[in-house]
């Protein structure tokens, strides 16, 4: 079965200092970001799922996986960090961590898409966008409109300023779980240290350090719980996932589903690290209710 994992537990076995060929990597923003890019490139050879082909699917978003080196807090000052969105309690899937995003609006959003094509904008300083416009060219304008669409809601969410992002590329599709909806991920790059402001969707801003992102032992399992007012509808059976667990401040933050796998697939792409097998891992709890599904509209 496995044994509860404590805050006591991380403090003595998941924040050491784990080094690799990265380590020197992460010392320096720009070369770093120079070898995001160029990791990055290989994803636009590669074939999207197929609600991928629909120029602006319903049950499709998109999401800017952001990174950057500081929060104006001094929550990570010197580290290059993915920054997420913890979900407030009035959102679906309340308390998880996210990346900023949500849905194409189809009247705005392909009007800004265009704007982001000039020359000091992020698509227009972005290397590959030429020749993605000239080999793919549907591509490019999904791209586009995706980019436009996240970076719209990144301002919305938590006033992330789209003249102080930097492009890097994007990733391949996510399909939810448990919701039927396929998620576009797309790497951007915070310059600067930058103060957020949450609105009522996000209850606060996490930076995670990608050093202890490529720390195996900061993962361990998730079990989903079900309410058995909900066992009509899911199967009631505790199900395991792969997750990783942050120590910030007084605050033990869980990243698992769909984030956790854009992330992840982002370290492996980027720095070829693979999270390792975590069935005989202690496990944090969770539980699946129809709070969490709808949020509490409050």
Known sequence: MGRTVHPEDLNAAGNGTRHGWWDELLRHPEE????????????????????????????????????GCGLSESGCAQDACVILNRRSRRVRQAGDLCCPGGAVEKGLDPILARLLTLPPLPLGRWPHWKRLKQRCPCKARITAVHLATCLRESWEEMRLNPLKVRFLGPLPPERLRLFTKVIHP????????????????????????????????????????????????????PRDFRCFLHQDGAQVEVLWGATFRIVTLFLERVFDFVPPDVSQRPFVPGLLNHTYLNGTRA
């Open 186 to 237: 797309l790497v951007g790059w915070i310059e600067g240290v930058h103060r957020f402001v949450p609105n009522w969707e996000v209850d606060r801003i996490v930076a995670i350090p990608i050093r202890k992102l490529l720390d195996p032992e900061n993962y361990y399992r998730y079990r989903l719980y079900v309410d058995p007012d909900m066992a009509e509808h899911v199967d009631p059976t």
């Open 32 to 67: 770093l970001q120079l070898h995001i890019q160029d990791r990055l490139a290989s994803c636009l050879n590669e074939q999207a799922v197929a609600a991928a082909a629909r120029l602006y699917p319903d049950a499709s978003s998109s999401v800017l996986l952001l990174l």
